[in-house]
């Protein structure tokens, strides 16, 4: 029995400390963001040509989900400051699908490695996302993965398994000498992206009422189970913006239709910066959008207009 058991740990050991040192290795950003080449567009390769490769600065960073994607044209806002005395002359709009506030803290930490970025605006909802991103393990460090930043946190195990299976798969392309695939088919020198047709006004009006009907469930028992996991990193990423001396703005991009004025956790957001509340006239014209979620050609063109707007006010 003891020599089984000796077997058994002589067969594992090398595993274990495989294991740990893969684990422990510092992230492939280039392999990680080019692994997400399948993924929102192939954005990920897009975004680290960006931010590490391209001289471009960026004084101004939106970071969110589609709806910045969809709602922030940075072509239109640097051409409107440009006429304009503002000293922000380069935005840059590098929001990524889906939801997730981790995701946002590690794209904050890459962009001040690589840019002297003074401004980060960021999104948000009605409410607070509750659980991780699903591309948090591809990009963050081993650091900011396994430490779980809440007691309760049901993305946890998958984001360390994600993240293991991720690094094998960058040390295996970077051993057989894999090409960085790029797909991203948008215009380079932007992050923006959008639709040109509008959304169908009867069921926009029946998505509205929906939501109305439904608001009761953005305040059940369990919010408030999850919700501190996004406190957690938004705390992180206030702190990461007064290490670095950066100004934190919160931009609300609500859907259409929203029950809530004003986003939920408000008060959070106020203690770590400003919250931009665009105009009623903008957000519930039904020719600004393309779906009930996301704004089109012509309401990303007024949003984009009046975000710009608000940066020619900051100091």
């Keep these: 029995m003891k020599k089984f058991i000796l077997h058994i740990s002589l067969f594992c050991l090398p595993i274990l400390v495989g294991s740990i040192i893969l684990l422990t290795q510092p992230t492939h950003k280039k392999r990680a963001y080019h692994y997400l080449t399948e993924d929102c567009e192939g954005r990920g390769a897009w975004m680290y040509r960006r931010l590490f490769e391209s001289q471009q600065p960026i004084d101004i960073a939106f970071l969110g989900s589609s709806h910045t994607i969809n709602g922030i044209n940075d072509t239109l806002i640097n051409?409107?400051?440009?006429?304009?005395?503002s000293p922000f002359k380069n935005t840059c709009n590098l929001g990524y699908c889906r939801l997730g506030r981790d995701l946002t803290y590690v794209l904050m930490k890459h962009i001040l490695e690589q840019k002297k970025t003074r401004v980060f605006i960021v999104e948000v909802l009605p409410d607070e996302p509750k659980f991780s991103h699903p591309i948090f393990p591809f990009l963050a460090e081993m650091k900011d993965i396994v430490e779980p930043q809440t007691m309760w946190n049901r993305s946890y195990p998958n984001n360390l398994y994600s993240a293991a299976v991720a690094r094998l798969m960058y040390v295996?392309?970077?051993?057989?000498?894999?090409?960085?695939a790029y797909k991203y088919g948008l215009r380079e020198q932007s992050g923006f992206s959008t639709n040109t047709f509008f959304a169908d006004s009867v069921q926009l009006i029946a998505k509205k009422e929906r939501r109305f009907l439904n608001r009761h469930k953005s305040h059940t028992?369990?919010?408030?189970i999850n919700l501190p996991y996004s406190r957690a990193w938004l705390a992180n990423?206030?702190?990461?913006?007064?290490?670095?001396?950066?100004?934190?703005?919160?931009?609300?991009?609500?859907?259409?239709?929203s029950a809530e004025k004003e986003p939920i956790e408000l008060a959070t957001y106020q203690k770590y910066g400003e919250v931009w509340l665009p105009p009623d006239t903008l957000l519930e014209n039904k020719r600004n959008w393309y779906d009930d979620e996301h704004l089109n050609l012509q309401g990303a063109h007024s949003f984009s207009t009046w975000v710009a707007g608000r940066i020619t006010k900051l100091p």
Aim: with cysteine.
């Design 79 to 85: 051409q409107l400051l440009a006429t304009q005395s």
């Design 172 to 180: 295996r392309q970077d051993l057989f000498k894999e090409p960085y």
């Design 221 to 224: 028992w369990t919010r408030k």
């Design 237 to 257: 990423i206030y702190a990461l913006s007064k290490k670095n001396n950066c100004q934190l703005i919160f931009l609300y991009i609500p859907p259409y239709g």
